[in-house]
Structure formats: structure tokens, C-alpha cells
């Protein structure tokens, strides 16, 4: 079983910063995507960002040049740092992580990040 937490979330003011770490542990294959995805009070989940074993990273739009996602393998960590924050981009931010090996996909509890403007 696989279980991934986060942490980090909280309040900040427009243009303020915030890191989210996302620990993931139990049985995992190297060969794996982590990511991180949002959902603002009323809207679907939306994408945000996704590394992959090899340290490829893509971004939604919406956050490329603001937010930044790395990780660590040998902890099974994935972090997303987050700078120049928009009211826009409140909203439960939830850690990801999809093996290609068994094909599974994992999500947290999700960490509320609130923006005040």
C-alpha cells in the first residue's frame, strides 16, 4: 500500500511564497511520475506540475516561472515551491504519484494553501 502525506500548506499574502513536501512511502517502483494538482472551493482538480524518475519537470501555464518542483528519490519526497502566489491560486493542493510499473496512482490528503489578496 502506498500512502503519500503532505505538508506546508497555509496562509500567505499576494506575492508571498510557500513550499509543499509530499512524502511518499511503501512499496514503489523507480519508475514513477510525482506531481502535484489543485482544486479551488467549486472547481474540478486541475494539473499543477509533474517530475519524473528521470528529473524531466513540466508545468500547467498557470504557474510556469512562478512555481518550481523537485525531488528527492532516495527519500521518495517531492517538493513544490511556490513563489509570486495569486489569490488564484488558492485552493487544497494534492501529491500525486503514478507507477508506471504496476500502473498505479496514488494521491494525499491534499494541504489547503490560501492566498489573501
Known amino acids: 500500500q502506498v500512502q503519500l502525506v503532505e505538508s506546508g500548506g497555509g496562509l500567505v499574502q499576494a506575492g508571498g511564497s510557500l513550499r509543499l513536501s509530499c512524502a511518499a512511502s511503501?512499496?514503489?517502483?523507480?519508475?514513477?511520475?510525482m506531481g502535484w494538482y489543485r482544486q479551488a472551493p467549486g472547481k474540478q482538480r486541475e494539473w499543477v506540475a509533474t517530475?519524473?524518475?528521470?528529473?524531466?519537470?513540466i508545468y500547467s501555464d498557470s504557474v510556469k516561472g512562478r512555481f518550481t518542483i523537485s525531488r528527492d528519490n532516495a527519500k521518495n519526497m517531492v517538493s513544490l515551491q511556490l513563489n509570486s502566489l495569486k489569490p488564484e491560486d488558492t485552493g487544497v493542493y494534492y501529491c500525486?504519484?503514478?507507477?508506471?510499473?504496476?500502473?498505479?496512482?496514488?494521491w494525499g490528503q491534499g494541504t489547503q494553501v490560501t492566498v489573501s489578496s
Open positions: 511503501g512499496i514503489i517502483s523507480s519508475r514513477n511520475n
Open positions: 517530475i519524473t524518475d528521470r528529473g524531466t519537470t
Open positions: 500525486n504519484l503514478f507507477d508506471r510499473r504496476v500502473v498505479g496512482d496514488y
